[in-house]
Nanobody, 114 residues
Framework: VQLVESGGGLVQPGGALRLSCAAS????????MSWYRQAPGKERELVAH????????NYADSVKGRFTISRDNAKNTVYLQMNSLKPEDTATYYC????????WGQGTQVTVSS
């Protein structure tokens, strides 16, 4: 089982990034997928969640209207489009797959700074 995030980097406030998480080793389409983030000195928090069918999505209040989670089950990939980025969005972003079991990626760093 492997989850590999990519797309992080340094961006100015107001900018955008698109994170990707490529999955392998399990039946991706039946797993709920989520993005979490963890800033230095803070607990890991849920950012966005999507069911396997893609019908249900949930977002943290702090990112609603700015971030969009999506998935391509044919490519075994989940995405996080992040717009209007703020310095407080700076964190390591992780993707997570959950059914009965749970898998995590290694994380990708997002830094929002001028």
């Amino acid at each position: 089982v492997q989850l590999v995030e990519s797309g992080g980097g340094l961006v100015q406030p107001g900018g955008a990034l698109r994170l990707s998480c490529a999955a392998s080793g399990f039946t991706f389409s039946v797993y709920d997928m989520s993005w979490y983030r963890q800033a230095p000195g803070k607990e890991r928090e849920l950012v966005a969640h999507m069911t396997g069918t893609g019908i249900i999505t949930n977002y943290a209040d702090s990112v609603k209207g700015r971030f969009t989670i999506s998935r391509d089950n044919a490519k075994n990939t989940v995405y996080l489009q992040m717009n209007s980025l703020k310095p407080e969005d700076t964190a390591t972003y992780y993707c997570m797959a959950r059914l009965v079991d749970e898998y995590w990626g290694q994380g990708t760093q997002v830094t929002v700074s001028s």
